[in-house]
Each structure stands twice: as C-alpha cells, then as structure tokens.
C-alpha cells in the first residue's frame, strides 16, 4: 500500500524556520511531481510548492523567496524548508504525489506560527 507520511509540524514563532519531511513508501515516486498543500481553518487547500521529477521547482507568490522544497528520489522523500515564517503561514500542510496513473495525499502536519 503506497502512503506518504508528513513531519516536522509544531509550533514556531514568527520569523522562525522549519523543515517538513514527506516519506513516501510502497512504491518508487521519483518519476512523480510531488507538491505541498496546505490548509488554514476555514479556507480552501492552496498550493504551496511542487517540485518536477527532474528537480524543477514551483511556488506560491505568498512562499517565494522564503520556503524552499527538494527531493531525495532514494530516500523517496521530498523536503519543505520553511525560513521567515509568519502568522499567515500556520496551517495544516499536506504532501501530494501527481503521476499519470496515480495521485496519492498523506494525512497532513500541523504548523502553527506564533506572535
């Protein structure tokens, strides 16, 4: 059973930084897109971040310049390095894997930023 599996979520003050981990397992992604969600109470899931099998990277205007998003296709897992966090950053951040023949979501990790 393929899965991913999100971490790194916690508490953090403004200004902070933190790296999310997605580990995928149960079959090989590295020819698959992978992305980053996220979803803030009340409000629809929005792209954050994707990044190509061949490394291209991709980003929300809210994000560039401040989260930066790699892969490691043998760890078959895929990283959100989030610097200068602020208040609107906190939400509940997804990872997503987009292959042609499959699309799979992980449960999510919760990123609260504070004051």
């Known amino acids: 059973q393929a899965q991913l599996v999100e971490s790194g979520g916690r508490l953090v003050q403004a200004g902070g930084s933190l790296r999310l981990s997605c580990a995928a397992s149960g079959r090989p992604f590295r020819t698959a897109a992978m992305g980053w969600f996220r979803q803030a109470p009340g409000k629809e899931r929005e792209f954050v971040a994707a990044?190509?099998?061949?490394?291209?990277?991709y980003y929300a205007d809210s994000v560039k310049g401040r989260f930066t998003m790699s892969r490691d296709n043998v760890e078959n897992t895929v990283y959100l390095q989030m610097n200068s966090l602020k208040l609107e950053d906190t939400a509940v951040y997804y990872c997503?894997?987009?292959?042609?023949?499959?699309?799979?979501w992980g449960q999510g990790t919760q990123v609260t930023v504070s004051s």
């Open positions: 997503n894997a987009d292959h042609l023949f499959y699309n799979y």
């Open positions: 990044i190509g099998w061949s490394g291209n990277t």
